[in-house]
């Protein structure tokens, strides 16, 4: 089930109002009393400020504040920022001060547990960050946003903040394609399932403002979806949003991975939907990501070499880079490499087209260069 409650901007009482209806219709409540312990989730990609679409929404976390501290105090909040340190990156996204005033904990990211996927298709052992397992109720705070790898980004793929900081960069190493990289998110989700089977996962997806185009970050522009999102199944929320900002499903193949693999219900037409239709959000209209492909063309671009054939590459807006090196540090395969004082550049061409340099970048300064030809005729039918 998915409750979709129309939402049009950052009011606190109407967003505590629309969230404590949520937690009434999933039954949260019930599950919480003085001793248990609550881990509140956030997206947290990088320091960009909240007008921007692209981080946890300081209003949606004061809001969950406000209904859960009354019940207990054992509460933690944070996530594992790409590159930069999570206090800087809280106080530039306006989250800093909601979470001090409210006296709560910040999550310590190095400590790490590890769970295991029993079932895999690649990889069953993930290090995350232990308390965000540790935890009785872990409460999910994804924005909606269009994603350059994975078409689009919410409840599911938020959860690859589990990993701490440069780790994550290396996943996108060992599963450098589009496809493996969308089962290994799902091993990772698969293994959260598990190491959460007595316990509950709630997902509140924030698409008030969101993000289209060029997402996860500074890439991509704000826009609103005027929606707040919730279920205790990322798998379903991923699918209705996709939906009602009126993207293409074929092309979410993360969601469709879930799906097949009974993670949560990707069906749209099996999933109950409370709250406000999908119809009321026939003006809303996401723009994908460039050149993005479907499934039949992400199987096509398994090997590395028919990626750097067909595939546009990073390239740098020197009108816009302020020399940060930002881009080479959390560069995976270390192809953007950056000198002193000077402009970025990819010193060959083995990149594996996961684009963590165009997410941190503060400055939005790294676009997508025009498909080569070849590309452009062979991928053309597998959009
Ligand atoms: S240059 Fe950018 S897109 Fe290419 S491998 Fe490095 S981080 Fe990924
Ligand atoms: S491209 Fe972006 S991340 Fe890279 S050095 Fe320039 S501003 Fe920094």
Redesign the pocket.
Known sequence: MVLIQKCEDYNIDVIRDLIDQSFKEFNIYDKLDSSKKVFIKLNLVGPFEKEKGITTHPVILQAVLDLILPITKNVIVGDNPAIRDQIPTLKKCGLYDTIKNANVEILEGTDFTTITNSNPKIYSKFEVSRQMIDCDLLINLPKIKTHSLTYMTCAEKNFFGLIYGLNK?AW?TKASNPLEFGEALNDLYGALLESFKNKTLFHIADGIIGLEGEGPSSGGKAKHANCIISSTDAVSIDRVAVELVHLDYEKLYVNKIANDRGYGEGDINKIEIKGNPLSDFDDIHFLAPKDSLGSTGIKFLRHKFVRNMLLE??QIDINKCIKCGQ?AT????K??QIEKGKYPH?KSN?????????EVCPQSA?YKSKRPLLGRIILKSKN
């Open positions: 960069s996108h590459h990073p881009c959390i560069c995976p395969v192809t953007m990819l083995i990149c594996i087209r996961c684009w963590c340099c165009a790294i």
